[in-house]
């Protein structure tokens, strides 16, 4: 298992759209990734589009 602790991820923005809207399928990005980037524990970016 990789870990990925202290490494940054790019998330587009059906990722983002997803939490958000609390889509169920994706609802263990909320457990894992988004836990991390919340803690402070990974760093994340993401496109112009997104932040539109």
Known sequence: MVSLLGHRAY???STII???EGIAKY???EEGL???L???SMT???S???LL
């Open 18 to 20: 997803y939490a958000f």
């Open 11 to 13: 998330l587009d923005a």
């Open 27 to 29: 609802a263990n990005l």
């Open 38 to 40: 919340d803690g402070g």
């Open 48 to 50: 112009e589009l997104t």
């Open 34 to 36: 988004l836990d991390l």
């Open 44 to 46: 994340a970016v993401t």
